[in-house]
């Protein structure tokens, strides 16, 4: 659904393997939401 953004970024300062780090698109959201879709947040 193309809803989140990847940061470029990884976690850091963890004992195991770093997790991608990413972020929610409100936009895209928004615009899905005013064609109908949702989904509790």
């Known amino acids: 659904m193309n809803l989140l953004i990847d940061t470029g970024e ?4 963890v004992a195991h393997r770093a997790a ?15 064609k ?3 989904f509790d947040l």
């Open 10 to 13: 990884k976690e850091t300062g």
């Open 20 to 34: 991608q780090l990413y972020r929610f698109d409100m936009e895209k959201y928004s615009a899905l939401k005013q």
């Open 36 to 38: 109908g879709f949702s």
